[in-house]
T-cell receptor, first 114, second 114 residues
Framework: QKEVEQNSGPLSVPEGAIASLNCTYSDRGSQSFFWYRQYSGKSPELIMFIYSNGDKEDGRFTAQLNKASQYVSLLIRDSQPSDSATYLCAVNMFVVGNTGKLIFGQGTTLQVKP | DGGITQSPKYLFRKEGQNVTLSCEQNLNHDAMYWYRQDPGQGLRLIYYSQIVNDFQKGDIAEGYSVSREKKESFPLTVTSAQKNPPAFYLC?????????????FGEGSWLTVV
């Protein structure tokens, strides 16, 4: 089992729709969770992070965390063609002796069609 | 401006040669990381360093070496590079006890081995 799993997609949604991206993780001790967006050939850029169970909203983006079920999701409202990119889920996994290391899923490719 | 600088952006080497990728940050971050991304793949951790003069192997450390003599610098050496599709190398940094260990990336370096 991979430590962080995402459906590679592509996930295709029409412009203006809600895009839902999902991620599951294996380490129950993980404390912090991140979503990054990566355009082709570019480095990842942070969208948002979440620590606590529930929802966290930032503009058109909402991150949802459920530690009991070990999943984290990202909702993108009013999707725009410029949102077309690969979305990477990352989990900070506890490592004895230090603050942990960030492990990434393989990413989900989102296509927003005009 | 504060940030993470990777150089060179594009690098070509012959199979069997060593190659060193530079990474410098002026964010005063304690931790630094190297990730590798292969075409269509997620990010895999090569090495990470929480403090100066200390570093740990990640998931794919074989064939790589690093040093952390200064807080600002974390160079990566690919020893005896193997011929593979071009790989994207990403350097990152963080303050491990801030924002759940949110990491920020440099712009990346493409390595092609011929």
């Amino acid at each position: 089992q991979k430590e962080v799993e995402q459906n590679s997609g592509p996930l295709s949604v029409p412009e203006g729709a809600i895009a839902s991206l999902n991620c599951t993780y294996s380490d129950r001790g993980s404390q912090s969770f991140f979503w990054y967006r990566q355009y082709s050939g570019k480095s990842p850029e942070l969208i948002m992070f979440i620590y606590s169970n529930g929802d966290k909203e930032d503009g058109r983006f909402t991150a949802q965390l459920n530690k009991a079920s070990q999943y984290v999701s990202l909702l993108i409202r009013d999707s725009q063609p410029s949102d077309s990119a690969t979305y990477l889920c990352a989990v900070n996994m506890f490592v004895v002796g230090n603050t942990g290391k960030l492990i990434f899923g393989q990413g989900t490719t989102l296509q927003v069609k005009p | 401006d504060g940030g993470i600088t990777q150089s060179p952006k594009y690098l070509f080497r012959k199979e069997g040669q060593n190659v060193t990728l530079s990474c410098e940050q002026n964010l005063n971050h304690d931790a630094m990381y190297w990730y590798r991304q292969d075409p269509g793949q997620g990010l895999r951790l090569i090495y990470y360093s929480q403090i100066v003069n200390d570093f740990q192997k990640g998931d794919i450390a074989e064939g790589y070496s690093v040093s952390r003599e200064k807080k600002e610098s974390f160079p990566l050496t690919v020893t005896s590079a193997q011929k593979n599709p071009p790989a994207f190398y990403l350097c990152a940094s963080s303050i491990p006890r801030y924002s759940g260990n949110t990491i920020y990336f440099g712009e990346g370096s493409w390595l092609t081995v011929v």
